[in-house]
């Protein structure tokens, strides 16, 4: 198995196939638990101690990256001073116009690699361009506003005291606790920690067995950034708080919750079985359009992810462990039709220490976005996302796969092994019917044996009784259908009869 696991990790998608009851499903099953087991619990701060300890931060692609950093939050401080905040028009504000330079625009999509926020809808930002209706919408603290012009002028006064006059209580009634932080992070980088979640401050002040019940978002936020500076501190380094952001989320999944056993956490990545059928769809699998009711029971559409592409994002959440996707009998399905523009994707992946996210990202038919944010198609997978698919080779019924989708596929046989049947009797009977499989006479020329004959599982069994029971109402009716199929030739009647009345049928 380990040898199988081995070029999984080198392609990063194979195909088990093989006659039937061979153990593809079973193989595969193995095959995620051993890449998805629990394999170390380790020491979250000797981790961290580590990292600032080994850390080499004069190396060049360090440098770079450093500098890159530099530049994007120079560029959004030149494009938005603080001290004209209070200035700020709605026109450069707003998020939803197209223009992607607005001051919500920089705060959500701009300055990500300095921080991820999402506002989960435009509506957080209390003014935002909605396109349905071609104008603007205001809400919250500014929808009894007189205009939009004076909500603007109402959000620009918070955001004033807030970044320029320190008054961090105020803006905390009317915006969210990500949005004030991620704000206040882009003018003070070396006051606020880069972390904009308040889920993953915690997550991350576990770590360090900070009890932080009583402490407010931004208490929280400052706490982890004093944490920070302590470690930056006893090592001597200048690594800086992006760098340490940046290594928080990629060593520990700082969004899910965390797995402590005493003061060490726990590693261990996820598998999933997805059982393919010739109507799942592109819209099953990928990116699809769902039909919702609102709170006024109307129906309205929504672009959602599914199946791979949320199994993707968990894998990007937490790039240190596994996350294996077994399609079983995916050739039943139409994998051009399903996988659409991701044949791409299975070749070029996301390789988070290159960090290659424009290489790798190809575009969706499907526009996930809410209609008051920016456009977003974007596909990727990335490089801790395995996918085995298993498929019998004597299905003649279902879709073959074509040729561009076999070379992102590594194929691995697997055939019948009779040194698994511990009875003597099923072994000898596993013989008797796999001579069937290897004779002129009985076999149909348009056949190979090792893509029709029956696997070693329908003759392991626990004593004879069980055997006959197989016998009866597995193995004998699968020649059956193979000779009705043409697989076996009318030479096999013989030995199927011979069968048929050693167990009864």
Known sequence: MQDKIALLKYKKQIILQGPPGTGKTRLAKLMAEEMTKTTATFSGLDKIDDFFKSTDTKNSIFLEKRKSQYELLENFQKRYPKEQLINISKENYALGTGKNDSFCWWIERGLKPLGYYSPGSARSYMLFWKKEIGEYSKHGFVKSALDFDDAMKKIAIELDKAVNQGNHTDIL??????FVLKVLNSYYPNDFFPINSVKCIENALK?????YSGLNPLEKNLKLQEIY???????NTDITNFEFMHF????????????LDVQSLIK????????????????????????????????????????????AQEALDNPKNNYILILDEINRANLSSVLGELIYALEYRYYFDKDNQQQASVESLYDISNGDEEPNRTLMLPENLYIIGTMNTADRSVGHIDYAIRRRFAFVNVLPDDSVIANTNAKALFTDINNLF??????????????????????????????????????IPILEEYLKDGILLEAAETKISELKKRFGN
């Open 229 to 235: 500076l302590q470690k930056r501190n006893q090592f």
């Open 438 to 475: 290897n004779n002129n006479n009985t076999l149909a020329a348009d056949f190979k044996a090792d893509q029709v004959r029956l696997g070693h599982s329908y003759f392991i069994v626990n004593d004879e009784a069980e055997l006959a029971l197989k016998a009866k109402y597995e193995i």
């Open 207 to 211: 770590i360090f067995g900070v009890d």
């Open 248 to 259: 928080l989320f990629v060593e520990f999944n700082l969004k899910e919750p965390l797995v």
């Open 173 to 178: 009634k009317y915006f969210g606790d990500g």
């Open 268 to 311: 261990k990545g996820k598998f999933k079985i997805i059982q393919f059928h010739p109507s799942f769809s592109y819209e099953d699998f990928v990116r699809g359009i769902t039909a919702k009711t609102n709170s006024d029971d109307k129906v309205f559409y929504k672009v959602e992810d599914r199946i791979l592409m949320e199994f």
